[in-house]
C-alpha cells in the first residue's frame, strides 16, 4: 500500500501569482506545490482524494494512468477543478465513480454535467457515475471499506477519509469530539496547516500540532500549505520528529 502526494499546495499553488515571498522563487524542488490531492494506492487499485486544477499535470508527473475511484472532499475548485481531464482515463479503463457529500455530487454534476451524460450532451458513454455518502454509515468501493470523517472549513461542511490506520484532513478549522474520535490509533495521519498565522477557515501550524499531539498517530503529513508557511528546510526543523512536512510526488509506502 501507497499513499503519493500529487499536490500539498493552497488554493493558489506556490509559486503563486501576484505574490512576492522567498518561497516562491525557491530552487528547491520541495517548494514547488501543485494543488492538494494525494493518490491511495491499494494492491492494483489507485483511489484518488481530490482532482485538483493540476491534475493532468499531476499524472503525468508520477506516471499513473489509471483511477479506480475519486472521493471528494468539497466542492471548492481547488479540489474539483481538474475534472475534465479524468476524460483521457475513462476512455481506455470505462466509467469511474466518485464518492461524495450529496450537495458535492448536485455541484459536480451541474458543473460537469457531459461527464455524466444525465441529460444526453455528449453522444458516447458517461464517464463518471455518482455515488452519495454521510458521516453516519462507512462506505466501500469494491472490498475496501472507508470511514468519513465530518468537520466544518469556515461555514462549510467538509469530509475526509480514512482507510483502516490511515486518514486524510484538509481544509479542516472545527470538529467536533464525536468525529475526532474516529481519528485515534492511526499509524498515518494527513492533516492540512496553512500557515503559522491563525486564518478564518483552515488550522495554522500551532493548531495542527494540537490536533497531531492528541490524536498521537505513529506519523503526520501536513500539507495545503500556503506560500506564508516559508521554505520546506526550516519549516521541517520546527517540527516534532515524527511529524512531516509533505511535499508534491512524495510517496509514503506501508
Known amino acids: 500500500m501507497k499513499l503519493i502526494f500529487l499536490g500539498t499546495g493552497t ?11 522567498p518561497v516562491c522563487s525557491s ?6 506545490r501543485m494543488r ?22 499531476q499524472m503525468l508527473k508520477s506516471k499513473v494512468s489509471k483511477i479506480d475511484a475519486i472521493l471528494f472532499t468539497h466542492e471548492h475548485s481547488d479540489h474539483t477543478a481538474g475534472l475534465d481531464d479524468v476524460r483521457p482515463i475513462s476512455f481506455k479503463h470505462g466509467k469511474i465513480p466518485i ?8 455541484n459536480l454534476e ?13 453522444t458516447g458513454a458517461p464517464h463518471l457515475f455518482s455515488n452519495i455518502i454521510n458521516e453516519e454509515s462507512n462506505f466501500n468501493f469494491e472490498d475496501l471499506e472507508f470511514t468519513t470523517i465530518s468537520y466544518m472549513h469556515h461555514k462549510l461542511q ?31 495521519l494527513v492533516l492540512n496547516a496553512l500557515r503559522h ?9 500551532s493548531e495542527a500540532l494540537k490536533i497531531i499531539d492528541k490524536l ?32 508534491d510526488m512524495l510517496e509514503v509506502s506501508f
Not at 110 to 119: A, H, I, P, S, V
Not at 237 to 244: A, M, S, Y
Open 158 to 188: 467538509v469530509f475526509g477519509f480514512r482507510y483502516k490506520n490511515i486518514a486524510y484532513i484538509t481544509d479542516l478549522k472545527e470538529i467536533s469530539e464525536k468525529e475526532i474520535s474516529k481519528l485515534y490509533n492511526l499509524d498515518l
Open 216 to 247: 498521537k498517530p505513529k506519523r503526520s503529513y501536513l500539507t495545503h500549505i500556503a506560500p506564508d508557511m516559508g521554505m520546506h528546510r526550516e519549516t521541517q526543523k520546527e517540527l516534532p520528529n515524527n511529524v512531516f512536512l509533505a511535499y
Open 197 to 205: 498565522k491563525e486564518h478564518y477557515s483552515h488550522i495554522n501550524l
Open 27 to 32: 530552487s528547491d524542488p520541495k517548494d514547488v
Open 11 to 21: 488554493s493558489t499553488g506556490i509559486p503563486t501569482i501576484g505574490i512576492d515571498k
Open 36 to 57: 492538494s490531492s494525494v493518490l491511495l494506492q491499494i494492491g492494483d487499485k489507485n483511489i484518488l482524494i481530490d482532482c485538483s486544477p493540476d491534475f493532468r499535470q
Open 99 to 106: 464518492f461524495a457529500h450529496k450537495r458535492v455530487i448536485s
Open 110 to 122: 451541474r458543473r460537469f454535467d457531459y461527464l455524466f451524460d444525465k441529460k444526453g450532451y455528449y
